[in-house]
């Protein structure tokens, strides 16, 4: 067998492996979903898909792992609760879905933005994609500091429009969140200066 064949048939196996890692869903949440290193731990992927986004978008792994906490607590399947019409039938206020609670529309620009066909919301790595893509699009339409996530979650929460209109200032209950996921980042981060070296990479990330 040559070497590109031995190559072809590598890149065949491993993507027969990323469908079936696929297919079989998200996984479960995390046993402790407090502690980014324990996360890590448990799933080493995740944090190498949080390192590989903030490289292309400059989103620091602790503040998209504290947006993701907050919008679905690590759940892929995550989606808005249920409402009630005249309080009897069930409907759903929201599109948002997965990990990082997606719209529909909002999934649709950012596939358009990056080309990116095949992604799907309740992909962790995908999801940590969409973050850091967001925060570079709030960067550059709204000057928000990757590094500041009570600005990026507010505009997280309101859009990139509703932030700079300052739509926040009449809720103060998301204030409280978006204070709450500012210091969850701060002491993530800090966490992960201390135990980012013992997360093993897998091997099939390169």
Same mark, same amino acid.
């Given at each position: 067998?040559?070497?590109?064949?031995?190559?072809? +048939? +590598?890149?065949?196996?491993?993507? +027969?492996?990323?469908?079936?890692?696929?297919?079989?869903? $998200? $996984?479960?949440? #995390?046993?402790?979903?407090?502690?980014?290193?324990?996360?890590?731990?448990?799933? #080493?992927?995740?944090?190498?898909?949080?390192?590989?986004?903030? *490289?292309?978008? =400059?989103?620091?792994?602790?503040?998209?792992?504290?947006?993701?906490?907050?919008?679905?607590?690590?759940?892929?399947? *995550?989606? #808005?609760?249920?409402?009630?019409?005249?309080?009897?039938? $069930?409907?759903?206020?929201?599109?948002?879905?997965?990990?990082?609670?997606?719209?529909?529309?909002?999934?649709?620009? @950012?596939?358009? *933005?990056?080309?990116?066909?095949?992604?799907?919301?309740?992909?962790?790595?995908?999801?940590?994609?969409?973050? =850091?893509?967001?925060?570079?699009? !709030?960067?550059?339409?709204?000057?928000?500091?990757?590094?500041?996530?009570? !600005?990026?979650? +507010? *505009?997280?929460?309101?859009?990139? =429009? =509703?932030?700079?209109?300052?739509?926040?200032?009449?809720?103060?209950?998301?204030? %409280?969140?978006?204070?709450?996921?500012?210091?969850?980042?701060?002491?993530?981060?800090?966490?992960?200066?201390?135990? !980012?070296?013992?997360?093993? %990479? #897998?091997? @099939?990330?390169?």
């Amino acid at each position: 067998m040559t070497i590109s064949h031995r190559r072809t +048939l +590598l890149i065949l196996i491993m993507l +027969l492996l990323s469908f079936l890692l696929t297919a079989c869903g $998200p $996984p479960k949440k #995390p046993e402790n979903i407090e502690n980014i290193c324990r996360i890590f731990y448990q799933y #080493p992927n995740w944090y190498w898909d949080a390192r590989k986004s903030q *490289a292309r978008w =400059g989103v620091p792994v602790a503040v998209q792992m504290s947006i993701i906490r907050q919008e679905s607590s690590f759940n892929g399947k *995550a989606k #808005p609760p249920r409402g009630k019409v005249l309080w009897v039938i $069930p409907w759903r206020k929201s599109s948002a879905y997965g990990y990082s609670q997606v719209k529909n529309e909002t999934w649709k620009r @950012y596939k358009k *933005a990056t080309g990116s066909h095949f992604v799907s919301r309740d992909d962790f790595s995908d999801a940590t994609d969409f973050v =850091g893509w967001f925060g570079q699009e !709030a960067h550059r339409r709204a000057g928000i500091n990757p590094n500041n996530a009570y !600005a990026l979650y +507010l *505009a997280y929460h309101e859009g990139i =429009g =509703g932030y700079e209109r300052r739509t926040y200032r009449k809720k103060e209950w998301l204030i %409280k969140v978006a204070h709450r996921v500012s210091l969850r980042a701060n002491v993530w981060n800090s966490e992960l200066r201390r135990c !980012a070296h013992k997360i093993k %990479k #897998p091997w @099939y990330k390169f």
